[in-house]
């Protein structure tokens, strides 16, 4: 019988919070990208890919445990609707990962990284409503059942684990069924293991409306499972969504929010305030969630590696 790897839990024993990296299509967009287009940052594996691997590079060199690989919404199906062979589209979702482990690897190589842990990649499986690119991550209710996301799911899936990355990232789900869905095709990997991370409007219900605390229980019982939490989703709400899922499971529990402000899918346009204080602020804010619970703590769209600088300033003081 294979025993599933856990490098989440493995880490965990000798430090007490792990930091997720911020941002990275934002932050591509930051540096010139041109991200609005339905691929979203999978076209900079195509076009520009040593500028993926170099942000990688400064997440972890502002204190980043875990790397996001650029693979969100990078589908075969989305590739092939451009013109693309099944077979370019695997080699790139494998290049999304390849040029993750490639940025660890640079920086392991330096100096100054005593008393962390080695880095890990996390392979990132966006949503269907990912590849559907018209926001519906968000809001949920696909027209299409649990036994479509599971084929859809599969082949990519499948090219993530054979990549070589360390742990799968299935984040940014807007409902339960496609958690399930996942959590079915993880089990043909024998071996590996992945986070399961939802997006919420509330402090209590994630996007379709499920409690998120249901959902917990559920994933708790998931031995492939490693972690569970909340992504892409308002800072106000992650206090009181940890609050629901730290009563309802003994995983360790991720959370990265955005920077505050909200996306609009029509216009493709961020919206409203940045909440997140940038820098400090976020370190401030993850000091509250880390006393909720919060074992794992990063940002996501809109954050940045000041706000990864600011978590690891926390980490230093604990």
């Known amino acids: 019988m294979t025993t599933t790897v856990d490098p989440i839990a493995r880490a965990l024993l000798d430090h007490p919070l792990l930091i997720v990296d911020g941002a990275l299509a934002t932050e591509l967009e930051a540096r010139g990208c041109d991200l609005n287009d339905s691929l979203w940052s999978a076209r900079v594996l195509a076009e520009n890919p040593e500028l993926i691997r170099q942000v990688h590079l400064d997440y972890f060199r502002a204190g980043a445990d875990i790397a996001i690989t650029s693979s969100y919404q990078a589908t075969i199906e989305g590739y092939m609707s451009r013109g693309m062979s099944e077979a370019e589209a695997l080699e790139l979702i494998t290049r999304s990962v390849t040029l993750a482990v490639k940025a660890r690897d640079d920086f392991w190589r330096e100096a100054g990284h005593e008393g962390r842990p080695k880095p890990l990649v996390a392979a990132s499986v966006g949503p269907y409503g990912a590849y559907l690119a018209d926001g519906s991550e968000y809001r949920g209710h696909y027209d299409i059942d649990e036994a479509g996301l599971v084929d859809f799911h599969r082949a990519r899936m499948a090219t993530l ?31 590996m293991s992945a986070w399961i ?3 919420a409007h509330d402090g209590e219900h994630i996007s379709e409306g499920t409690p998120i605390a249901e959902c917990a229980r559920w994933l708790n019982d998931q031995p492939q499972v490693a972690a569970l939490g909340v992504n892409c989703t308002a800072l106000e709400h992650i206090p009181s969504l940890l609050e629901q899922m730290s009563g309802a499971t003994d995983k360790p529990l991720i959370v990265y929010p955005n920077s505050g402000e909200t996306y609009d ?3 493709k346009t961020w919206q409203g305030a940045c909440d997140a204080a940038h820098g400090p602020g976020f370190g401030e804010q993850a000091a509250q969630w880390y006393a909720r619970g919060a074992r794992l703590i990063g940002g996501c769209c809109r954050t940045t590696p000041e706000d990864v600088r600011a978590i690891s300033a926390f980490r230093a003081g604990l």
């Open 161 to 191: 684990a054979a990549a070589g990355a360390d742990v799968l990232a299935c984040e940014t789900l807007p409902s339960l069924i496609e958690a399930k869905a996942l959590v079915t095709v993880l089990r043909e990997f024998l071996g």
């Open 197 to 199: 991370t939802f997006t």
């Open 265 to 267: 899918a029509t216009s």
